[in-house]
């Protein structure tokens, strides 16, 4: 641990130089940072728009509940309060026997009415399932209700919709996971290069008795700058590149809905792209400084087992 | 101060390095390692600043057995030993002060420290106008001053120098030992492995002769 005010300073001083001495190994090293998480930011981006168009087609799933229409009037309140008990029931809509009539009216342009002479529409219930999923679920508990006609859904579209939206998920997982381990190994390379040109230095530090945590130190340093700082100017070029884009779009008169707040989706990748560069940055180099630390101790266990086979 | 009992050290299954080596050196003692290259010097100095650890046998050093020492401890070890070496291993872009400065910082000496110790000791080596040149300013027996200066400056118990002449003139050569000889002196316990003869017979020493991994002599202000 470093606890002294001497410590942090040669730290801070060993930084700037190595930045001085090697521009190069800075320059590659950061813009393998910003590169890297600029494509995780861009498809953040991209992944946030198709997610949100697919979980807004969710919202729009809905379940027509039919009623008989010879039922007294106490039993229309029953099922409405036999409704209203279900589990996965957001929104419920009533829809009488006159709206539905003049609702189909205007649709059709019809009188109905007029031709048949009386109204053949039945009371109908409008319910919006909490979790679409469970869709065809909540369809049978409102079939078995007394009272109940008939209860109709879009099945199939629900079905698709769903294998759709796992579909996303898991390229959305998969892609990330693929995006995540190409920042981190571009970034891990960079950084054994900056320890392997630094190989010198360790060696004088393991001879005169620096601790390993304080030889480690200089590099999670290095980490975290690289880290913070390509994540940083990896925003500033999403902004600039989105910003353009977006103007581009709207001056070729392409239409585009608003199904995500762009500001929040900018913090949130803002926030997202620091912490995982800090992460990468620090996590890679801890564990780069540790294997180039760790030659000492294998060569030791190398000449155990040596021993063991003699 | 440094106790080897039966110590057998192998890099490869077929490359001995130390077979059954007993030494004993005393605090204080000025001590010459001598034999030919390969013979198993340098490996018996590492086994003392645990850079290597033998499959067999047992190294106390400061009371205390090194092969049977935890990682954590190691640096501990170390700083309480000064180690020079015939390619100096000193840090180009730094300068004569940086390079010896080093040493304290990396062990978190507050810079008061620093700022006392450093031109002290390179006053000490003869270096003292050479504070702000860097390494290849300085000629061959200047560095190595620089590297003793740098081992020297966590104030040592024990001094390993691994050929410490090699990369060096007779005549730079005499100086140096003649510092590492003041540096015994002073109370360090000085190791030197040469094959550096006229060094050897010159500084007439206590001379341990080792040969494929083997002591095979061990003489009081002996020859080479």
């Given amino acids: 641990m470093v606890t002294s005010f001497s410590g942090i300073r040669f730290f801070c001083k060993e930084f700037a130089e190595n930045l001085r001495r090697s521009p190069f190994v800075a320059v590659t090293h950061g813009l393998q940072v910003v590169i890297s998480l600029m494509v995780l930011g861009f498809f953040v981006i991209l992944m946030a728009f198709i997610g949100s168009f697919l979980f807004s087609l969710r919202n729009m799933v809905e379940v027509y509940a039919f009623l008989q229409t010879d039922l007294p009037a106490e039993k229309y309140a029953q099922i409405e309060e036999a409704i209203r008990q279900l589990p996965n029931v957001k929104e419920l809509q009533y829809i009488s026997r006159e709206d539905a009539l003049k609702r189909f009216s205007e649709s059709y342009h019809i009188e109905v009415e007029d031709i048949l002479e009386y109204n053949p529409l039945p009371p109908t219930y409008i319910l919006r399932p909490v979790d679409v999923s469970k869709t065809e679920e909540l369809a049978a508990q409102l079939e078995k209700l007394d009272g109940m006609w008939q209860v109709r859904y879009g099945r199939k579209e629900v079905a698709s919709l769903m294998k759709v939206l796992l579909g996303v998920q898991v390229v959305f997982a998969l892609t990330m996971l693929l995006l995540l381990s190409a920042a981190w190994s571009s970034v891990n390379n960079i950084i054994r290069m900056s320890v392997y040109s630094r190989r010198r230095e360790i060696r004088i530090m393991q001879l005169v008795g620096a601790t390993n945590s304080f030889i480690r130190w200089p590099f999670l340093l290095e980490g975290a700058f690289f880290g913070i700082l390509g994540a940083l100017v990896a925003l500033l070029l999403i902004y600039l590149i989105g910003e353009a884009v977006y103007t581009l779009l709207q001056n070729l008169k392409i239409f585009l809905p608003t199904i995500v707040d762009k500001q929040a989706v900018f913090t949130l990748l803002a926030l997202g792209l620091v912490v995982i560069g800090f992460l990468i940055g620090v996590v890679s180099s801890y564990t780069t400084a540790n294997r180039f630390l760790g030659h000492e101790l294998r060569r030791i266990e190398v000449m155990r087992r040596m021993e063991a086979e003699l | ?224």
């Avoid at chain 2, 010097?41 to 049977?68: I, N, W």
């Avoid at chain 2, 010159?202 to 494929?212: A, G, P």
Wanted: charged share 25%.
């Fill in chain 2, 1 to 224: 101060m440094i106790r080897f009992i039966d110590v057998a050290l192998a890099y490869s299954r077929n490359a001995p390095a130390l077979r059954g080596v007993d030494l004993h050196i005393q605090k204080q003692e000025f001590v010459f390692l001598v034999g030919s290259t390969g013979g198993g010097k340098s490996s018996l100095l590492r086994c003392v600043y645990r850079e290597v650890v033998p499959q067999a046998g047992k190294v106390f050093v400061f009371r205390k057995d090194v092969t049977k020492m935890a990682p954590r401890e190691i640096p501990f070890l170390r700083r309480r030993i000064g180690v020079i070496f015939q390619d100096f291993l000193l840090l180009p872009q730094k300068t004569v002060y940086g390079n010896v400065a080093y040493a304290l910082e990396v062990r978190g000496a507050p810079l008061k420290v620093i700022r006392q110790l450093v031109p002290e000791v390179l006053e000490w080596v003869g270096l003292s106008r050479k504070l702000k040149s860097l390494p290849d300013e300085l000629s061959g027996g200047e560095q190595q001053r620089v590297c003793i200066a740098r081992a020297l400056v966590n104030k040592p118990d024990i001094l390993l120098a691994d050929e410490p002449t090699g990369n060096l003139d007779p005549e730079t050569s005499v100086g140096i030992v003649e510092l590492l000889r003041r540096i015994n002196t002073r109370g360090t316990t000085v190791v030197v492995a040469t094959h550096d003869e006229n060094i050897v017979n010159q500084f007439r020493s206590r001379t341990v002769r080792i040969e494929h991994g083997k002591v095979i002599s061990d003489r009081d202000e002996g020859g080479y």
